[in-house]
DNA sequence: TGTACATCAGTGAACGCGCGTTCACTGATGTAC
DNA sequence: TGTACATCAGTGAACGCGCGTTCACTGATGTAC
C-alpha cells in the first residue's frame, strides 16, 4: 500500500523523532528496529525504505539533530533547568536533544561509522560554543572555558543521576551541578 | 580437566580483571562472554563455574570495585592526572576503577539488576566522599558541593572526549577540566 | 475530467548470524584407606 | 607414603532466541492519454 509524498516524508519524520526518543532513552543497542517501527506506527520491513541500516539510522539522527541545533537560538537558561531537572531524568521522553543524547550515546560511540561520529562531534562543538556566548563577558578565551566544565559536568550530572538507583542522591547531583553552572553562567 | 583450588581463584580473579578492563573499554553489550574467557585464556563453557549470568559478572565486578575503593586511600591528585589524561582517555586498557567504568556502563545501568544498580550507586557515593575528603577544609556541606560538581565534571568530560572523533577538541576539554578541577580542590 | 496502468511505500513472513546459555564429557585434583 | 576413586573445573559442541536484514507481495498513488 504506497502512500503519497507528504505522507512518506511524514512517516520519515516520525521514525527519526521515536528513534531519537528511544536511543536517548535506552541507548543504541537498548532498542530494536521494529520497536523504533512500532512507535513510530508503522512494520519493521517499512524501514529500510528509509535508511540503509540501523547505523545509517544513528549518523542520520545525529546530523538532524546537529543541524537544529544551529538553527534554534534557544534560551539556555531554561534548557539548564529542563535538562537537569530530576524529571526529565527519570522521564526523558520529552524533548529530543544533543544534550539529552550525549550521555545515552556517548559512551559507544567509537563503534559508529564514521559519519555518526563526526556529526556527534560537531554536535558537541556547536554545543561548547553556544554555552560560551552565554558565559559573562570576559575573554573569549575564558567564556570558552567556562562552557567546557558547565557543558562536561551538566553531561556527567546526568549521567550519573541516570546511573544511581537513589532519587535522593540523583537528585542532589542535578541541584548541585545546575547551581554550579548557574553560578559559572553568571560570573 | 580440574584444576587445583588456588588456581580455580586465580582463574576467577583473571575474568574479573579482564571483563571489567573489556566493559570499561566497550561497555557491557559490546563485549561478549567468549571474548571475556578468551582475554582470560580460558573457553567461554568454564563461564558458567563462576558466574550465573552475565548479569551477575557485572554485578560482581561492580561490588568487588567498590570494595577495593573503601579500602585504598589513593592520592586522588594523581588519579586526576591520570584519568583525564588523553592516553588513558584512548587507551584505557590500563587500571580499572570506577571512575573510569563509571562513563562506560552509567548509560545503560537503569536496565541492570538490582544488585549492580546498587554496588554502582555505592560507588558513586565512596567517590563523592573521597574527593570531598579533598576538598580545601571549608564547611563539610560546602566540600561535598565541590565533590559533587569536580566529579560529574571528570564523568562527563571523559565521556564528551571518547565521543569526539577530533584527538584536539578532546584533549581540550580533558585539559580544561582537569583544570577546574584543580582549582576547584585547591580552592 | 475520467480511465488504465506503472510505480513504489508499506506489509509481514522468512532468513541467518551472533551470542548467551546448556550439557555430556574429560582428566587433573585431592581425599580415603 | 602409596594407590584407588570420587569430585568437579574446564572443554567444546550444540541449542535456541532475538534481532538486523531481505524479499515476494499488496494495493494506493499519481501520471499518461
Same mark, same amino acid.
Given at each position: 500500500?504506497?502512500? *503519497?509524498?507528504?505522507?512518506?516524508?511524514?512517516? $520519515?519524520?516520525?521514525?527519526?523523532?521515536?528513534?531519537? =526518543?528511544?536511543?536517548?532513552?535506552?541507548?543504541?543497542?537498548?532498542?530494536?528496529?521494529?520497536?523504533?517501527?512500532?512507535s513510530a506506527g508503522l512494520t519493521h520491513g517499512a524501514?529500510?525504505?528509509?535508511?540503509?541500516? $540501523?547505523?545509517? /539510522?544513528?549518523?542520520?539522527?545525529?546530523?538532524?539533530?546537529?543541524? $537544529?541545533?544551529?538553527?534554534?537560538?534557544?534560551?539556555?537558561?531554561? &534548557? /539548564?533547568?529542563?535538562?537537569? *531537572?530530576?524529571?526529565?531524568?527519570?522521564?526523558?521522553?520529552?524533548?529530543?536533544?544533543?544534550?539529552?543524547?550525549?550521555?545515552?550515546?556517548?559512551?559507544?560511540?567509537?563503534?559508529?561509522?564514521?559519519?555518526?561520529?563526526?556529526? /556527534?562531534?560537531?554536535? &558537541?562543538?556547536?554545543? &561548547?560554543? =553556544?554555552m560560551a556566548a552565554l558565559a559573562p563577558a570576559e575573554?573569549?578565551?575564558?567564556?570558552?572555558?567556562?562552557?567546557?566544565?558547565?557543558?562536561?559536568?551538566?553531561v556527567g550530572a546526568l549521567l550519573l543521576a541516570k546511573? *544511581?538507583?537513589?532519587?535522593?542522591?540523583?537528585?542532589?547531583?542535578?541541584?548541585?551541578?545546575?547551581?554550579?553552572? $548557574?553560578?559559572?553562567?553568571?560570573?
Amino acid at each position: 500500500m504506497k502512500v *503519497s509524498r507528504a505522507q512518506m516524508a511524514e512517516n $520519515k519524520a516520525k521514525i527519526l523523532e521515536e528513534a531519537c =526518543r528511544l536511543f536517548q532513552q535506552k541507548g543504541f543497542d537498548g532498542v530494536t528496529l521494529a520497536e523504533v517501527m512500532r512507535s513510530a506506527g508503522l512494520t519493521h520491513g517499512a524501514f529500510y525504505g528509509h535508511f540503509r541500516s $540501523k547505523e545509517d /539510522l544513528i549518523a542520520q539522527i545525529l546530523q538532524h539533530r546537529c543541524e $537544529k541545533m544551529r538553527q534554534s537560538d534557544v534560551d539556555l537558561g531554561s &534548557i /539548564l533547568d529542563a535538562y537537569l *531537572s530530576p524529571q526529565h531524568c527519570e522521564s526523558q521522553g520529552t524533548g529530543c536533544h544533543i544534550p539529552a543524547m550525549a550521555p545515552a550515546l556517548g559512551p559507544d560511540m567509537v563503534h559508529h561509522s564514521p559519519e555518526a561520529r563526526a556529526a /556527534l562531534t560537531e554536535s &558537541i562543538r556547536v554545543q &561548547i560554543d =553556544r554555552m560560551a556566548a552565554l558565559a559573562p563577558a570576559e575573554a573569549p578565551e575564558e567564556q570558552r572555558r567556562i562552557a567546557i566544565r558547565s557543558w562536561s559536568a551538566m553531561v556527567g550530572a546526568l549521567l550519573l543521576a541516570k546511573a *544511581s538507583d537513589d532519587p535522593a542522591l540523583a537528585a542532589e547531583i542535578l541541584a548541585e551541578v545546575r547551581a554550579g553552572v $548557574k553560578t559559572g553562567l553568571e560570573g
